[in-house]
């Protein structure tokens, strides 16, 4: 059944998608950017279709000053940090916080922070607290259940819809139309995106992440492209909804606020991510230790920079597969299982 | 009773251990001589032969030990190039510490499948290590079998068949849970299991081409190497590959492909197309074939290409690394 929808759709879009211009359809998810290779859709795009990856990896963008800041954190004696698994490995000019530091736990949620400070009382417990919207309403929802206090927090949050509105202006990329991530769009809601229809004339589609959603959706995007419409729409309304989860967002701003922040790569973006808001510098790591902002130095040859702005692909990247692999990663990408390179290294193109 | 380091001598203590733990359950006329070597007739005229060792971690876990799986991979070496197993040596190196009851539940289920598999352990060794040199204990097993067919990737034809003899994946998956790294329980225990009773009927088979046991790398990483042995390529249909449903949510909870996931108890085979049925008939009348399927064919494109559940072709890559280290 599911086999002849998905038969159904790649006729559809073979058959409505316009022949005579390419056309970049870029997601901004790691697990969309999964699911695509994993399936080898685009084995299945017309020739003149290209499915590009943006940012959708976190772990990716998260600037090297933050990750460097983690590593000097883990290095103390009087201090644990913690972190998410993929955030161990990732390269910086002082190692990875594997390799360079001393005392760090990994979690694979926010609350299992707590148990590591209680374990651990005469210890500065910093909880490194990374992504984007997904990951933020956790950090923010743990702050809400009340800190013990030998917890703070180093946070590195971006922000979604921020970094898009960067591409769509940057000539170079050339993006046609979004497919807008199923995860972040179920918290900051499907009317988030609204912006790229309605100012840049882009149109965009929420999906999930199951093939026939995503095929769906790009079949949404060919309609609109070929009757010159954009317009905001959203294919996976069983869990995303116009307005998203008001309660993650009101707890999300009562802690954060808009900040300028450093992309890996990319550099300062103006109101791109979250920073504490001023009353609450005594659980801000960033004050409490008064951590540096260090300058980023990239790996010669490196193009992590141009795959995470959907720029180039990862097998264009010289060192990819060669000397830089998921074990030996020299650039973000490769770190993180939702990361451009390292999901092409595990999957094929 | 703990090994200690005299366990090791070469003395009363070294002794001891044999006697008390392997060859209480190595019950082998031809094991007893304990000369530097044994004295073995081949019938035939060529034999086949084969050496592994095993370092897994955990020593236990679902569905079997380092002693089955030490067992099991050299039978299983051994047939699937084409060889009746007929006899085993065991090389122990323990770790110094290690209980009497953990070698001898080791020696006990390598003894069980020997003997359920009519082979016969022959010949043996063991060291002990100093505490914190190895992790409990590693073991080698060195094989020797009769040997009937050749079978080489370079037997192969286009459009030969290729068959695997059942569910992919399970003793990768079982390994990485039973290391207790992550909070995740499923029921799926290892494959572990030797295979010459399933397999060695097929040495009838006109047309058997080619068989592996895909063990590290898994499914994937041995049709590789068959393409590029053979000059030929493998076109797989994703929806054919038997993956048990448990297996697929923990891969894609953990981010793994379960193409590249260890086997101890399944194998690939090419066989040609006139052969097919016969050879899927012959495999699951076996219990441990009955999940055994067709899938996918040998192409003259040289590369291995998987046709996904959606239609979507991806191409299959060697990895640098396995996913999971030490899981054999």
């Known amino acids: 059944m599911k086999r002849e929808r998905i038969k159904e759709l790649v006729s559809l879009i073979h058959e409505i998608s316009p022949k005579d211009r390419k056309i970049k359809i870029m997601n901004v998810c790691g697990s969309h950017e999964h699911t695509i290779t994993y399936s080898g859709m685009r084995s299945l795009m017309p020739e003149n279709i290209e499915l590009i990856p943006g940012p959708g990896c976190p772990v990716c963008v998260c600037s090297e000053s933050d990750v460097i800041n983690a590593i000097r954190l883990s290095q103390r004696d009087d201090t644990i940090l913690v972190t998410y698994g993929d955030m161990l490995r990732v390269p910086t000019k002082e190692g990875s916080i594997r390799s360079s530091g001393r005392n760090y736990k990994m979690v694979s949620a926010p609350h299992e922070v707590l148990k590591i400070a209680k374990e ?21 929802a743990l702050i809400e259940m009340g800190l013990p206090e030998n917890v703070t927090i180093l946070t590195s949050q971006k922000l979604t819809p921020e970094i898009m509105e960067v591409l769509v202006k940057d000539e170079e990329v ?81 802690y954060f606020e808009k900040a300028d922040v450093n992309w890996r790569g990319i550099g300062l973006i103006p109101k791109s991510g979250l920073e504490f808001r001023k009353e609450y510098d005594n659980i801000n790591a960033k004050k409490v230790f008064n951590l540096p902002e260090i300058k980023e130095e990239k790996v010669k040859g490196c193009i992590c920079d141009k795959i995470v702005l959907g720029k180039a692909y990862p097998n264009e990247c010289k060192l990819f597969g060669k000397v830089c692999t998921p074990s030996n990663p020299k650039g973000p990408c490769m770190v993180s299982m939702e990361g451009a390179c390292n999901i092409w290294y595990r999957f094929g193109r | 009773m703990k090994v200690e380091i005299g366990h090791g001598s070469g003395g009363k203590l070294t002794k001891e251990l044999i006697d008390r733990v392997f060859l209480k359950y190595f019950d082998f006329p031809e094991l007893k001589s304990l000369q530097d070597a044994t004295v073995l007739p081949v019938e035939g005229e060529k034999i086949g032969i084969t050496t592994d060792s095993y370092v897994i971690r955990p020593l236990f876990f679902p569905g079997g030990n380092i002693g089955k799986l030490s067992i099991c991979g050299t039978i299983n070496d051994l047939t699937v190039s084409g060889n009746v197993p007929l006899y085993v040596s065991v090389g122990f190196i323990i770790e110094e510490g290690t209980d009497f009851e953990i070698l001898e539940k080791i020696a006990e289920s390598m003894a069980e499948t020997a003997v359920k598999s009519n082979v016969k352990i022959v010949a043996g060794d ?65 494959d572990c299991a030797p295979l010459n009773s399933l397999l060695v009927p097929l040495f009838e088979i006109p047309t058997l081409r080619w068989m592996r046991d895909p063990t590290r790398g898994g499914l994937a990483t041995v049709l590789i190497e068959f393409s590029e042995s053979s000059g030929l390529g493998v076109k797989l249909y994703e929806d054919k590959i038997p993956v048990r449903e448990e297996v697929r949510f923990v891969c894609d909870m953990l981010g793994y492909d ?71």
């Open chain 1, 120 to 140: 651990n009382p005469e210890k500065n417990v910093v909880f490194f607290s990374i992504g984007f919207e997904t990951t933020t309403a956790p950090t923010a």
């Open chain 1, 174 to 254: 050339g993006v046609d139309a979004f497919i807008a991530p199923g995860h972040v769009s179920a918290i900051v809601g499907a009317n988030a995106w609204r912006i790229f229809p309605e100012e840049y004339g882009i149109p965009t589609v929420v999906a999930g992440f199951e093939p026939d959603n995503l095929l769906l959706a790009i079949l949404r995007i060919l309609y609109q492209l070929r009757e010159g419409r954009a317009e905001l729409e959203n294919v996976y309304r069983g869990v995303v909804r116009p307005e998203g989860n008001v309660k993650a967002q009101e707890l999300m701003y009562k």
């Open chain 2, 126 to 190: 063991t060291k002990v290590v100093e505490r914190g040199k190895c992790d409990g204990v590693y073991i080698n097993t060195t094989g020797v079998g009769k040997n009937v067919r050749n079978l080489s990737p370079l037997n192969a034809r286009e459009g030969d068949v290729v068959i695997v003899t059942g569910f992919i994946g399970d003793h990768g998956i079982a390994i990485s849970l039973a290391r207790e790294e992550f909070d995740v329980e499923t029921g799926v225990l290892s």
């Open chain 2, 258 to 328: 379960p193409l590249y996931l260890a086997n101890e108890g399944k194998a690939v085979i090419v066989v040609g197309r006139e052969d097919a049925e016969k050879t899927l008939e012959i495999l699951k009348s076996h219990e441990l074939g009955k999940n055994a399927e067709i899938i996918g064919e040998v192409t003259g494109d040289g590369s291995v290409q998987l046709i996904t559940s959606i239609g979507g072709v991806r191409r299959l890559e060697l990895l640098e690394e396995d996913p999971l280290p030490r899981i054999c």
